[in-house]
């Protein structure tokens, strides 16, 4: 079985250029997270869908991040524009459903360097 | 979320039991507490959760005390492949709030 797919791995961009991340969760998932982890630190959890519903955006920088979940399958994370602060690893993850919440599968990461 | 403390590092020998202490002095009745690990360049990695009886799986077990104000994740042999970052969660919510972990590397 196909694990938690992300694209691309690593992505190096000046500051103010926009940047998109994808995500193909494991199959069957209905629950779908991105994450954003800092050199040093723990994930933070950014946004939340229960298949195409954001259901916890509350830390996402909304002013120049924005994400979406067409179908309630893949998801695309975007920020726009970049800024030095943003670089970091970017990591989905996907759950079962709302009662297997807790136990979720990660992807690889995206490795984002604004410069 | 319960707030959990973990030691910011430690080592164990290739072969040796690896036992991971963590805190969780403020988790509530109804709060599990989950393990995961995150290996060098890659997404953390359930391990294994529980609620007041230890547990035990493939990976790992996990020891919570009757007070269930700590808990310690037990590896029975550590290989050079269990060197990873382990962060203990208490969760009762639907989000999973990470802390800084344990850096835990096995030495040959």
């Known amino acids: 079985e196909a694990g938690v797919v992300q694209s691309p791995r690593y992505k190096i961009i000046e500051k103010k250029q926009p940047v998109a991340f994808w995500c193909n969760p494991i199959s069957g998932h209905n629950t779908l997270y991105w994450y954003r982890q800092n050199l040093g630190q723990g994930p933070e959890l950014l946004i939340r869908?229960?298949?195409?519903?954001?259901?916890?955006d509350s830390q996402l920088p909304k002013d120049r991040f924005s994400a979406e979940r067409l179908k309630g399958v893949d998801s695309t994370l975007k920020i726009q524009p970049a800024e030095l602060g943003d670089s970091a690893v970017y990591l989905c993850a996907s759950s079962l459903d709302r009662r297997t919440a807790a136990i979720q599968f990660f992807g690889p990461g995206t490795r984002l360097t604004v410069l | 979320d319960a707030k959990t403390t973990q030691p910011p590092s430690m080592d164990c020998a290739e072969g040796r039991a690896a036992n991971l202490p963590c805190n969780h002095s403020?988790?509530?009745?109804?709060?599990?507490v989950y393990w995961y690990r995150q290996i060098h360049s890659q997404g953390p990695q359930y391990i294994i959760h529980g609620l007041k009886n230890n547990e035990t799986n493939e990976m790992a077990s996990l020891i919570i005390t009757e007070d269930r104000k700590s808990s310690t994740l037990i590896l029975p042999h550590a290989t050079l492949r269990d060197t990873a970052v382990y962060y203990c969660i208490g969760q009762g919510g639907e989000k999973l709030t990470f802390g800084t972990g344990t850096r835990l590397t096995i030495i040959p």
């Open positions: 403020t988790i509530s009745g109804n709060e599990y």
């Open positions: 869908y229960e298949n195409e519903e954001a259901v916890d």
